[in-house]
């Protein structure tokens, strides 16, 4: 058995922050893939798991016994932690990981992932509500390109897990409906993330969720 099993699907963006995490770090882990659109985190034995019946879920499997965690930005947080890797080096650095990490899940992420559901997956494109999220998505993306002019990374001057959790639905473009000459510091900084050493595209760490 792998030292950590990590519930996942590869449309996942949330779940490929921590796939990615856990590859950058050249940690022990296996996929176990969850077949999310055949609606399988609503079923009573996922949500037994997860009460928040949702991905990813990790679990490290250690000598005092299983721990399981869900919610990426907690994940990410315990993993660098506990692999060492990513964190912060001091009180600032871990306020402003802190901070941006928080600014994704509310914001960026939030956003960019549901917009991409409803006019990728659910074919939405051209529906009020799916434009105004569109919207909303897009506002995130200019914030975070201008943070990140004349910047290499987004809350220290190397890679940490804010960088590892603001890129997750990044890697779409097409999908979220982005072109990246448009944010040209995001489109930079996604390229420094990919040539970092183990990066790995999501469908190359985990499985469909089909």
Same mark, same amino acid.
């Given at each position: 058995?792998?030292? =950590?099993?990590?519930?996942? =699907?590869?449309?996942?963006g949330?779940?490929?922050?921590?796939?990615?995490?856990l590859?950058?770090?050249?940690?022990?882990?296996?996929?176990?893939?969850?077949?999310?659109?055949?609606?399988?985190?609503?079923?009573?034995?996922?949500?037994?798991?997860?009460?928040?019946?949702?991905?990813?879920?990790?679990?490290?499997?250690?000598?005092?016994?299983? $721990?399981?965690?869900?919610?990426?930005?907690?994940?990410?947080?315990?993993?660098?932690?506990?692999?060492?890797? $990513?964190?912060?080096?001091?009180?600032?650095?871990?306020?402003?990981?802190?901070? *941006?990490?928080?600014?994704?899940?509310?914001?960026?992420?939030? %956003?960019?992932?549901?917009?991409? $559901?409803?006019?990728? =997956?659910?074919?939405?494109?051209?529906? @009020?509500?799916?434009? =105004?999220? %569109?919207?909303?998505?897009?506002?995130?993306?200019?914030?975070?390109?201008?943070?990140?002019?004349?910047?290499?990374?987004?809350?220290?001057?190397?890679?940490?897990?804010?960088?590892?959790?603001?890129?997750?639905?990044? $890697?779409? @473009?097409?999908?979220?409906?982005?072109? *990246?000459?448009?944010?040209?510091?995001?489109?930079? *900084?996604?390229?420094?993330?990919r040539?970092?050493?183990? *990066?790995?595209? @999501?469908?190359?760490?985990?499985?469909?969720?089909?």
């Open positions: 058995m792998a030292e =950590f099993t990590l519930y996942c =699907f590869a449309e996942s949330n779940a490929y922050k921590v796939a990615l995490m590859e950058l770090c050249g940690a022990d882990w296996e996929p176990r893939g969850v077949e999310f659109f055949k609606g399988e985190t609503r079923s009573e034995e996922y949500r037994a798991v997860n009460v928040m019946g949702e991905a990813p879920i990790l679990v490290h499997h250690r000598a005092d016994g299983d $721990f399981t965690l869900s919610q990426s930005g907690a994940i990410l947080t315990y993993l660098s932690r506990r692999l060492g890797r $990513f964190g912060h080096e001091s009180e600032a650095e871990e306020y402003e990981i802190l901070r *941006w990490v928080l600014y994704d899940n509310h914001k960026l992420t939030s %956003y960019t992932a549901t917009e991409r $559901f409803m006019r990728h =997956f659910r074919g939405k494109a051209g529906d @009020p509500t799916a434009e =105004f999220i %569109y919207a909303r998505a897009k506002d995130a993306w200019k914030v975070l390109d201008t943070h990140l002019e004349g910047r290499e990374w987004v809350a220290a001057a190397r890679p940490t897990i804010a960088d590892i959790s603001m890129c997750g639905y990044l $890697f779409w @473009p097409d999908q979220i409906g982005a072109d *990246w000459n448009e944010y040209p510091a995001i489109a930079a *900084w996604l390229d420094r993330i040539n970092l050493d183990g *990066w790995a595209a @999501p469908e190359a760490l985990m499985p469909s969720g089909q």
